[in-house]
Antibody, heavy 122, light 106 residues
Framework: QLQLQESGPGLVKPSETLSLTCTVSGGSISSSTHYWAWIRQSPGKGLEWIGSIHYSGTTHYNPSLKSRVTTSVDTSKNHFSLKLSSVTAADTSVFYC??????????????WGQGILVTVSS | DIQMTQSPSSLSASVGDRVTITCRASQSMSSYLNWYQQKPGKAPKLLIYAASSLQSGVPSRFSGSESGTDFTLTINSLQPEDFASYYCQQSYIPPYTFGQGTKLEI
């Protein structure tokens, strides 16, 4: 059974960079048919797709966050990472990593991590 | 971006009831619509993809349909474990966007 687990600091200071890692177990991140996604959820903005990355390095980002987002994949560790720069209190959210399944009938997110709360505060 | 508008935002029902939740897209998007269930403190769980395809392991009392830009999630014979929040999500055009959610309460 595929499992994903987010890790990283739960508290980040304003203007700093938020860094999270998602470790995948029970399957390989080097799948040609899957991307790996970051999604966040806040009371104010609901669920928001941040971006997705393929093990080859191909990325797709939400234009609203693109200027501040960087994602990467480490196939040797079977994990992928998110960096969100210049954070503000508005970035306080629960961050989820998820498997992004791509198919002709449309993409979906079929496996999710448990989520990690990241608070932006001084 | 494609805007997804869910209704109602909350819904009260009882065990054994049949309920429907609607999601309206701001533009035509074929069947590129997914439904998720989320319980408090948990990650969303995929229920339906491509508007009407049931994800493996999801009970058959869940079903999805579409009519133009309107998509419907139907839950037949509500069970106690179905009381949760439900979200639609479009996968027609990035950025992938979600509805604001429907909270299903007893």
């Amino acid at each position: 059974q595929l499992q994903l687990q987010e890790s990283g600091p739960g508290l980040v200071k304003p203007s700093e960079t938020l860094s999270l890692t998602c470790t995948v177990s029970g399957g390989s991140i080097s799948s040609s048919t899957h991307y790996w996604a970051w999604i966040r959820q806040s009371p104010g903005k609901g669920l928001e797709w941040i971006g997705s990355i393929h093990y080859s390095g191909t990325t797709h980002y939400n234009p609203s966050l693109k200027s501040r987002v960087t994602t990467s994949v480490d196939t040797s560790k079977n994990h992928f990472s998110l960096k969100l720069s210049s954070v503000t209190a508005a970035d306080t959210s629960v961050f989820y990593c998820a498997r992004h399944h791509r198919q002709q009938l449309g993409d979906f997110f079929d496996y999710w991590g448990q989520g990690i709360l990241v608070t932006v505060s001084s | 971006d494609i805007q997804m508008t869910q209704s109602p935002s909350s819904l009260s029902a009882s065990v054994g009831d049949r309920v429907t939740i609607t999601c309206r897209a701001s533009q035509s998007m074929s069947s590129y619509l997914n439904w998720y269930q989320q319980k408090p403190g948990k990650a969303p769980k995929l229920l339906i993809y491509a508007a009407s395809s049931l994800q493996s392991g999801v009970p058959s009392r869940f079903s999805g349909s579409e009519s133009g830009t309107d998509f419907t999630l139907t839950i037949n014979s509500l069970q106690p474990e179905d009381f949760a929040s439900y979200y639609c999500q479009q996968s027609y055009i990035p950025p992938y966007t979600f509805g604001q959610g429907t909270k299903l309460e007893i």
